[in-house]
């Protein structure tokens, strides 16, 4: 998937969630703000303080998944903002539901 130089880290993780995921509702937080002087808060060298976010998420794709089986596909799906620069990542993600 191309990404455009343009698009803050949390505009890409809305846009790769959204695809892959296809999800009824979708929030995608930056935290960054909480953790600064933090290990892991590069205070925006290179990311614009993006490195800690919390996604809640539900979609019918999470039916019948384990909570370690949701977590490993966003982790998965996450895997090259994660290598690029977010250091923490919050999940809540649930299927329609729960």
């Not at 929030?27 to 800690?52: C, L, N, P, R």
Request: negative net charge; charged residues 25%; glycine residues 12%.
């Amino acid at each position: 998937m191309a990404q455009s130089a343009e698009q803050t880290v949390r505009e890409r993780m809305e846009s790769k969630l959204t695809t892959a995921f296809t999800p009824q509702f979708l929030k995608v937080i930056d935290e960054s703000h909480k953790h600064a002087g933090h290990a892991g808060h590069d205070g925006g060298a290179g990311h614009g303080g993006e490195t800690h976010f919390r996604v809640q998420m539900i979609s019918p794709g999470f039916s019948g998944k384990s909570r370690i089986e949701r977590h490993r596909a966003v982790n998965s799906l996450l895997a090259e903002e994660i290598a690029g620069g977010v250091h923490a990542l919050a999940l809540e993600i649930k299927a329609p539901g729960e």
